[in-house]
């Protein structure tokens, strides 16, 4: 295993169009998180996943964001009518429950919103 | 709330030591972590504490302070390939992360 990957790497779409990112974490991890994150800026988190189990969803996120992960293995993150504000860069990344919790980052999808 | 604060930028010289400090205000803190991040990568991990104390490894260490919301990165020796954003990271209890804004620091020849 190479390690998190993330599907497209670069998404440019029109406002009101509905988009979805694919993550695909270490394969041994159970944990599984989304961020996003803007120029200049640490990552904003977003939800996050203990197998199939989305456990916590951050306050800030809209309803137009919602992200799955059916088998406990990959993970989608869909956002619907998108705007112009969502355009950033959304990363995934996986961890084990042991030892530190340590997390490993995909390199993200950029998405860019006209 | 949950709130994390670090330097901007800094600047250091080739060969020289920096610390880069972070304060952290989170609910349930369970650990704090550092990532290395060069610009337009994804960030990758450098350290964790949860107890009290300095974590060395290699050229990077760590010190966390519980108590007064502290934490520092030591960078000693620095190469030019430091160059990078630092970003300090909190977790709470609900393994949910909270991050800084991130340090940019420029090493110089």
């Known amino acids: 295993d190479t390690g998190v990957s993330q599907d497209p790497r670069h998404k440019i779409t029109k406002r009101g169009q509905n988009v979805t990112f694919r993550c695909d974490p270490i394969s041994e991890h159970n944990r599984l998180y989304w961020y996003r994150q803007t120029l200049g800026q640490g990552p904003e988190f977003l939800t996050y996943?203990?197998?199939?189990?989305?456990?916590?969803k951050s306050r800030l996120l809209s309803d137009r964001f919602s992200a799955e992960r059916p088998k406990g293995s990959f993970s989608t993150l869909e956002i619907q009518r998108t705007e112009q504000g969502d355009s950033a860069m959304y990363l995934c990344?996986?961890?084990?429950?042991?030892?530190?919790?340590?997390?490993?980052f995909g390199p993200g999808t950029r998405l860019t919103v006209t | 709330g949950q709130n994390i604060d670090q330097p901007t930028e800094m600047t250091a010289t080739e060969g020289a030591i920096v610390q880069i400090n972070c304060t952290y205000q989170?609910?349930?803190?369970?650990?704090l972590f550092w990532y290395q991040q060069h610009a337009g990568e994804a960030p990758t991990f450098l350290s964790y504490n949860v107890l009290d104390g300095l974590e060395e490894k290699g050229r990077f260490s760590s010190f966390l302070s519980r108590s007064k919301g502290y934490s520092y990165l030591l960078l000693k020796e620095l190469q030019m390939k430091d160059s990078a954003s630092y970003l300090c990271?909190?977790?709470?209890?609900?393994?949910?992360?909270?991050f800084g804004p991130g340090t940019r620091l420029s090493v110089l020849p």
């Open positions: 990344a996986s961890s084990s429950a042991q030892p530190s919790y340590e997390q490993y």
């Open positions: 990271a909190a977790r709470n209890y609900g393994q949910n992360f909270v």
């Open positions: 996943f203990q197998n199939e189990a989305q456990l916590e």
């Open positions: 989170t609910s349930g803190f369970n650990g």
